[in-house]
Nanobody, 121 residues
Framework: QLRLVESGGGLVQPGESLRLSCAAS????????IAWFRQAPGKDREGVLY???????GYADSVKGRFTISRDNAKNTVYLQMHSLKPEDTAVYYC???????????????WGQGTQVTVSS
């Protein structure tokens, strides 16, 4: 059964960095478009950034210059590197993948269970 499993969330102080991982079983992530989404309490799920299987990337304005996405095909894992974290980055972060869909809209077929990121002093 296809699974995406996020890890790496936690509590950090403003200005610090954190790296999230999304490991896939069954499917080969290199064949899919990948995205990271987040959902804060009381808010809709929002797209953070994406990486297509062709290597194109896109970012939400709120994270440009601070977050990057990368993929390790040998480990079948996608990473979200976050720098200069702010309290408003606090949310549950989800990875998602799809063979056809790409971009920052939450229309992907496969989702992980999410990992909590809390930015607070």
């Amino acid at each position: 059964q296809l699974r995406l499993v996020e890890s790496g969330g936690g509590l950090v102080q403003p200005g610090e960095s954190l790296r999230l991982s999304c490991a896939a079983s069954v499917l080969m992530l290199e064949d899919y478009n990948i995205a990271w989404f987040r959902q804060a309490p009381g808010k809709d799920r929002e797209g953070v950034l994406y990486l297509t299987r062709d290597g194109d990337t896109g970012y939400a304005d709120s994270v440009k210059g601070r977050f990057t996405i990368s993929r390790d095909n040998a480990k079948n894992t996608v990473y979200l590197q976050m720098h200069s974290l702010k309290p408003e980055d606090t949310a549950v972060y989800y990875c998602a993948c799809d063979m056809l869909e790409w971009g920052l809209a939450p229309e992907y077929d496969y989702w992980g269970q999410g990992t909590q990121v809390t930015v607070s002093s």
